[in-house]
């Protein structure tokens, strides 16, 4: 089984390569707790990856975007991101954020988003 920080940099490179919900799908488990900032959780890869989609849908045009860092203990990981883009109502936006993960048995059990709104 690959490590953490194996993992995480798999994770970071496919959704830095288009194929973020193809990594979802394989990397996260079933019961994965996702959180952006202090919202309430999302249980449940199903509806974890419906807000994803919803996400990928809302966009109309991908600038691009970086990871600017990244560090992995034991069962966490963490990466700092900055990405650019236009979304469908025409605003463009560029993000900057920090994703946490836990992970246990390969797949990630909880991810949570910090980022200004």
């Known amino acids: 089984m690959a490590n953490v920080a194996e993992l995480s940099k ?8 288009g194929k973020a919900l193809e990594a979802f799908d394989e990397l996260n488990a079933d019961d994965v707790v996702m959180q952006e900032n202090s919202d ?6 199903e509806l974890n990856r419906k807000r994803e989609v919803e ?14 860092s990244r560090a992995a203990g034991d069962d966490v990981s963490f990466s700092e991101w900055e990405m650019e883009v236009t ?10 954020q920090a994703a946490v993960r836990r992970w246990k048995d390969g797949k990630t059990v909880n ?6 709104k």
């Not at 309430?40 to 890869?45: D, E, R, S, T, Y």
């Open 10 to 17: 798999k994770l970071d490179d496919a959704v830095l390569a």
């Open 40 to 45: 309430a959780p999302l249980v449940g890869k």
């Open 55 to 68: 996400f990928f849908d809302s966009i109309a045009e991908f600038h691009g975007a970086s990871v600017l």
């Open 87 to 96: 979304f469908k109502n025409g605003y463009r936006m560029k993000l900057a």
């Open 111 to 116: 991810e949570r988003f910090y980022y200004s």
